[in-house]
């Protein structure tokens, strides 16, 4: 393989000539991938397969960052992946995948090259029935696989016997410009899959890149199409982006190129006056907190993310800051939060508790404020059950509003409860509910009988 910057390998057939970047001109070590992750790329080295550390994890790398996931693409089709790797399973329904287990709950994926039938380099029209991106199995050659990928700082491939990047699509030089672009013509990549857009504002956000023109405007051209995806494929893509420590300047791109809008269409009125904008500067100083946070290893909980999100909307709703919440008032003014997040939530489908939750953080909001500034805290509140997650949601919210500082033992007593409760198993339920009973006279599990009965 050649070893100069900027050398072309020898086309095979029509495959395209990539940029071949040797070690000595690209940032990526060996000593920055994961053990298990270089453990498959040497097993399929040694079994005769082409296989190169692909995606996310060779962009970071390049970045200086520590990839999340280390993902391998290969030759190798799914059914030899398995005869290779004992410690491995097959997932997925659109395209089989492979994941290698290895001790410490540590997975590595594996696909096969896939072809690019999905991108049709040739253009053409779209019809109806391919608004949502086909099923494909259909295995290709690293080029295919390359152009098949959204993005180009996301089409790059790293292989470990020459220790140098393969770049078909001039990922390279849209990484060291800082640069996030679509692979091939954005309105087409945006009609066979909308949620690209997300990921889009996700890499610009997180790494402070700009967006090219084209796929900016192709954006805002076909940010209505999102409705078109699943919606718990949406929820994902922004769990991703409220969970990270680039919220702020995610929900900044979002308003402007008005996805977020398409995700949260109860904000338009809210922000759409020009006398307004205190609103939207209110809810990204908000998101700048939990960046902040985030960064120092919290790990807030969905609800609690979600609350944040909503707050400055529901403070025009319900004129929430102004409320007496006291006695019948506060459950009357609860009932109506209850039932309006009922309607805007519905659909992202949001679990109920986690609902019930955010309606719990916006009641108590005036009382805490109110409590703080008097500073007088009942004792009978600090004995419910929703107290230490309602006061930490009403101190990031000061924190954003006032730019008083949360007190350091509630982020280190708040981060220690959180990732005890992260690492806590939910309990299983019980299939029977009443105690005693020897439940139904018959089991799959039971051995030695006949369709499942009972001897």
Known sequence: MPTSPGTR????????????IPRSSHPISRKNIDREALKVLYRLRDAGH??????GGVRDLYLGKTPKDFDISTDARPGQLRKIFKNSRLIGKRFRLVQVFFPGDKIVEVSTFRCRSEYDINGGNISAKEKVLAANNTFGTPSDDAFRRDLTINGLFYEIENHTIIDYIDGVTDLEKGIVRFIGEPDRRLQRDPARMMRVIRHAARNNFAIEPKTWQAIIDHRDELKLCPVSRIRDELMKDLHSTACKDWTELAMDSGIFYVLFPFYKAVHTPPENTENRRMLLAIQATVDRLHSQGMKLPDQLIFSLLLTPWAIVEFDLLNKNTKGPEFHRLLRKIRARLEEILEPMSIKRAHKESIAMHMITLPQFMRYDQENSWPKWLKKKSYYRECDLFFRIFSEATTGKKIPENIVEESTRLYAIKAKQKPAKKSRYKKRGTRG??????KRGSIFGLKK
């Not at 390998?9 to 071949?20: C, F, Y």
Request: aromatic share 8%; charged share 10%; net charge positive.
């Open 50 to 55: 082409v296989a190169y550390l692909v995606g």
């Open 9 to 20: 390998s020898k086309p095979v057939d029509n495959t395209p000539i990539p940029r071949i």
């Open 440 to 445: 139904p006279a018959f089991s799959v599990n």
